[in-house]
Nanobody, 111 residues
Framework: QVQLVESGGGLVQPGGSLRLSCVAS????????MGWYRQAPGKQREWVAT???????YYTDSVKGRFTISRDNAKNTVYLQMNSLKPEDTAVYYC?????WGQGTLVTVLS
């Protein structure tokens, strides 16, 4: 069993930044792949970014160059640094490992 707890969401102006955190209940060294997803109002959940254990990072096209996924193994934490935020980034952001999901954290970018 793995628990994932996200934090760091909030209200931000266009062009602003936020850093989301996802704390796992077990060592990240046990995880092959971790990811961030998001679900905008009235839309399906979509993949945002992936971090492989070897350090490889992958992003959906709409966030490339603006978002960065990273990890701190000592803190069992995965981050999503979000810069140059746009209104279309507004969504609930979820941390994911395998079949485990966090409760989500809401990001609202004013329009």
């Amino acid at each position: 069993q793995v628990q994932l707890v996200e934090s760091g969401g909030g209200l931000v102006q266009p062009g602003g930044s936020l850093r989301l955190s996802c704390v796992a209940s077990k060592s990240l060294l046990l995880f092959n792949v971790m990811g961030w997803y998001r679900q905008a109002p009235g839309k399906q959940r979509e993949w945002v970014a992936t971090l492989a254990r070897g350090g490889g990072t992958y992003y959906t096209d709409s966030v490339k160059g603006r978002f960065t996924i990273s990890r701190d193994n000592a803190k069992n934490t995965v981050y999503l640094q979000m810069n140059s935020l746009k209104p279309e980034d507004t969504a609930v952001y979820y941390c994911n490992y395998d079949t485990y999901w966090g409760q989500g954290t809401l990001v609202t970018v004013l329009s």
